[in-house]
């Protein structure tokens, strides 16, 4: 278990879901141990948090969209440890009053704007290599952390045993795909679904690879108009759902949680199953859909 781990404890919280006629289901997160770092970031950024303690690299350099809850992640690990960050931002415009870059400056993180025929270079060797040589002594770390370490981070998540009991089946939103790779990994006895929320062809065989093969997953599709984008209807189940203190946004957990009740309508599971939700976290993205008037 590495140091950002174990700053944390797992909670869990038995939704009420009577009011979407959907039964009741447990949602399992983890304590935030500073602001901005929350969720799956807190595992996917285990490993790295702990090279970079060890001295091995001076800073961390990684890229995200404009609202990216990977890169205000990642800039407050690295302002844990005093270390700076490096941000390639998509959008070649940095909009200084956007909330969520602005958490990033004041963590450390230098930001560089990058248009969109340069970001979509992102996955190309050429790309990584160009921005290696730049900052020799930064670790690289991929779109929304899911490498290698990224994921043996999420595999040490032990969400196998509810208050309740045992759970069967555990459900997580789906973005770059390590956090389902990780969870599948470390619960190789549980059915995972993951809720896809991106329109990515190529998503199934990325998470094939980063699950080493491992069979117990399969993944849906909750990407409704898209990715970042979403229907009146899911930004009202998350304010219905904040009510009994279950905060979600959007884009994630919210999109994902709300595709879950409508397989689970439509598909009820039998009684002996036990399904548990994971909040990946997300809700500094909160910030930057009110400054854009989105909700
Ligand atoms: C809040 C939140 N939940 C879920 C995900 C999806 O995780 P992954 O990219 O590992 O599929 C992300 C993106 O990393 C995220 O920011």
Redesign the pocket.
Known sequence: MGALIDRCQVHWQQINLAAFDCPNIWLVSLSEPVPGL????IA?LDAAFDTLKAGQYQGIATLGGAF???LLATAVACGLLGKPSLGLVRGQELDANNPSLQACRQQGMQLIGLNRSQYAERHNAAFIVHWQQQYPEYLWLPE???NEQ?VAG?RLLDFHCSPAGPISHLV???????????LALGHPNIQLW?MS?VKDASLSRKIQVLALGQGNWQLMDAADKGYGRFKPEIWQFCQKLAEQGCQL?P???GK?LYALVQQLRTSPLPNNARLAFFH????Q?LAGLRYRGLI
């Open positions: 929350a969720g799956n970031k996917k990216s809850n990977h929304g952390g899911s990224g999420v997580c939103a789906v973005g770059s795909g390590g956090t389902l790779a990780g993951g929320v946004e884009i994630y957990t994902a990946s976290g997300g809700l993205g």
